[in-house]
């Protein structure tokens, strides 16, 4: 059993830095095939309700004119908070970050409440293109289903040592 | 190769719950397996390893492989994760004889209480015996099957992902409840599953199965209008995304309940034929001591 344990541990390990969860799905639609410039460019935001203490996704996909994927672009996410310009974050969006390779995706974090201004700007040798969507930001919710997995890992793993710690302490011989 | 295909290639998603349940599954099947080995239990053999090992690899490729990444963007591709997991991942875990194996990869004071539990008189056995009768379960299949399939369910569980994580595990769960009937694998909890009733049971599922395959290829109108929205790849327009994934689910969705009914009537002839020779046998028997020449 221990042993067990040990290698299920380990092996669990070895994904941790590479792993993520739920994200097969995009999120919240907010641009469908907006003309960009040279670019038709679609765009979602993961999760569907943004608060401050969220990790975003943004995730863009690029496509020319005859929506063949482009997949060399340089894709740059701008966010501008609209109740005071000087607060600002930015992010490359890359295909590492994104579980469809076909597109861009960048990891943001938005620490103020309010509408964002978000403006996604994309260069490649097709020329550069710009398109925009606005994201309101709220505080953070006491949604408990955010706990519920780490809830249900510590509950296996302190299941595992109470059982340990059973078969420990159990007196010799007895069954 | 073309960009979107190598693209598609390589969207591996390494999402740790999957890989963390398939790794313990394993785990535990595999100590089991090896138990039962060192004992000389005749159940532990090769074909039994590779069919779980097998079944457990279409739920990582249906999971964690570009079919489950771009599961989002076309509906065929979402069909074929619903068939490797339902009709390839299922049966053969099934065939492994996963519980019976799988026991044995437990310590043994868990092995012991799981095994009281689950004794003939024990009220969880009952319980489990009265909900997964073969008509329940046939019945918990189908409706769960056309629920999702239902546009405004369909485009919720895509958007969702909890939800669509819900979609899978009772998609998986019924389907390794039909396998389990129909393929008669351990635990052997319900009244003797002759073939006839197998054949049945097999046939019933794969007529839902074909009227929902059909139903989605024949539809003049776009009837998950969700794929509308979303970038189209390889210049696949999004209803004939559809009608592909209809067929999908049509035809080699059924391929394997038919496979399974010609393996089962293939069996079923055998048996009467054995039975056939036996009573031929005895009625020899009985007119050759009838005649004095054989000892009683």
């Not at chain 2, 998986?172 to 006839?196: M, Q």
Request: hydrophobic content about 50%; some cysteine; aromatic content about 12%.
């Amino acid at each position: 059993m221990k042993r067990m344990v040990i290698v299920i541990v380990l092996l669990s390990a070895t994904f941790v830095p590479m792993a993520r969860t739920d994200a097969h799905g995009l999120g919240n639609q907010q641009l469908e095939q907006v003309e960009a410039g040279p670019y038709l460019v679609s765009a979602w935001t993961d999760p569907k309700n943004v608060t401050v203490e969220d990790e975003l996704h943004v995730t863009v996909s690029v496509q020319d004119q005859e929506k063949d994927f482009i997949l060399e672009a340089d894709v740059q996410i701008n966010a501008v908070l609209a109740a005071d310009p000087t607060i600002t974050e930015s992010e490359r969006a890359t295909h590492d970050n994104a579980a469809q390779k076909l597109f861009y995706e960048a990891p943001m974090r938005l620490n103020k409440t309010g509408q964002w201004h978000m403006t996604i700007v994309i260069e490649s040798e097709l020329g550069q293109g710009t398109a925009s969507f606005d994201l309101a930001v709220v505080e953070a919710s006491n949604n408990w289903t955010r706990w519920l997995w780490p809830a249900i890992g510590i509950a296996a793993v302190a299941l595992v040592l109470a059982f340990g710690m059973y078969r420990k302490n159990k007196p010799q011989g007895s069954k | 190769m073309d960009a979107t295909t190598e693209a598609f290639l390589k969207s591996w998603e390494w999402r740790w719950d999957v890989i963390f349940v398939i790794l313990v599954c394993v785990s535990i099947y595999v100590t089991g397996w090896v138990r039962l080995r060192r004992m000389g239990a005749k159940i532990a053999n090769g074909w039994r390893l590779a069919s779980y090992l097998s079944g457990m690899g279409f739920v990582a490729l249906a999971l964690l492989s570009g079919i489950g990444t771009f599961e989002s963007l076309l509906f065929f591709i979402h069909m074929i994760q619903h068939i490797l997991m339902m009709m390839y991942a299922a049966p053969l875990i099934m065939l492994a004889a996963p519980m019976p194996i799988g026991m044995w990869g437990l310590p043994r004071p868990i092995r012991l209480q799981l095994a009281k539990f689950l004794n003939q008189k024990s009220p969880l056995r009952q319980i489990i015996v009265t909900i997964t009768k073969p008509g329940i379960i046939w019945m918990f299949y189908t409706l769960n099957l056309w629920m999702w399939h239902d546009a405004e369910m369909y485009e919720r569980a895509t958007t969702h992902s909890t939800i669509h994580n819900i979609q899978h595990l009772l998609f998986f769960g019924t389907a390794l409840a039909i396998w389990w009937h129909t393929t008669d694998a351990a635990p052997k909890f319900h009244k003797h599953r002759t073939y006839g009733k197998r054949i049945m049971f097999a046939a019933g599922t794969y007529f839902q199965n074909l009227l929902l395959g059909i139903y989605i290829t024949m539809s003049p109108e776009l009837i998950y209008t969700y794929y509308a929205t979303v970038p189209r790849m390889w210049g696949i327009e999004a209803h004939r995304d559809q009608t592909v994934g209809g067929l999908i689910m049509w035809i080699p969705g059924g391929m394997m309940y038919g496979y399974t009914i010609l393996i089962l009537i293939s069996r079923l002839m055998d048996y009467s034929e054995k039975q056939a020779q036996i009573k031929a046998n005895r009625a020899k028997l009985k007119r050759q001591q009838a005649k004095g020449i054989a000892a009683p």
